[in-house]
């Protein structure tokens, strides 16, 4: 089993949408829960980042953390074509820095206008 | 600067040639990480670097890669002899200490023919 599991796609959705995307990991060591978007040809940009369980909105993000079923999502309400990218899943264990990030594979997000 | 800048871009080189891909890691950041990203596959850890320690090289994939990274800022990713499953996206990330998340330049697509 992966360390971390995520759907790669593609998932296409109408412009205006609520999109789920999730992932799910089997280490209860990860404590840092972080999801980064990646546009074509470009380098994955930080989205959001979230510590143990619970939830944390961002504008039209919402990252949510379910560390009892090793299931974290992120939200988007309201999506716009310019969401349209692939988004990764990241997690570390605990301690200072950012090293030691493990990633999902990434879902392909399209939005139709 | 005021982001991680990779060069080339692009690259295109004949099997057996080496290449050389550069980083520079945005100013203060001592963490830096070299990543791989092939079609349909997620990020595959190649080395991290961190001030003066040694490197962790536990993911470079074969004795033909090496990388180095002078002065503790600009850093070289080093492939010999190389051959068409080297094709893919070479990712270089940075990151300050105790610091949320990885900045990820914009890559540099290497095609072997």
């Known amino acids: 089993q992966k360390e971390v599991e995520q759907d790669p796609g593609p998932l296409s959705v109408p412009e205006g949408a609520i999109v789920s995307l999730n992932c799910t990991y089997s280490n209860s060591a990860f404590q840092y829960f972080m999801w980064y978007r990646q546009y074509s040809r470009k380098g994955p940009e930080l989205l959001m980042y979230t510590y143990s369980s619970g939830n944390k909105e961002d504008g039209r993000f919402t990252a949510q953390v379910d560390k009892s079923s090793k299931y974290i999502s992120l939200f988007i309400r309201d999506s716009q074509p310019s969401d349209s990218a692939t988004y990764l899943c990241a997690m570390r264990y605990s301690g200072g820095g950012a090293d030691g990030l493990t990633f999902g594979k990434g879902t392909h997000l399209i939005i139709q206008p | 600067g005021a982001g991680v800048s990779q060069s080339p871009s692009n690259k295109v080189t004949e099997k057996g040639k080496d290449v050389e891909l550069r980083c520079d890691p945005i100013s203060g950041h001592t963490a830096l990480y070299w990543y791989r990203q092939s079609l349909g596959q997620g990020l595959e850890f190649l080395i991290y670097f961190q001030g003066n320690s040694a490197p962790d090289k536990s993911g470079l994939p074969s004795d033909r890669f090496s990388a180095e990274r002078t002065g503790g800022s600009v850093s070289t990713l080093t492939i010999q002899r190389t051959q068409q499953e080297d094709s893919a996206v070479y990712l270089c990330?940075?990151?300050?200490?105790?610091?949320?998340?990885?900045?990820f330049g914009s890559g540099t697509r290497l095609t072997v023919v």
């Open positions: 990330a940075s990151s300050s200490p105790g610091g949320d998340g990885y900045t």
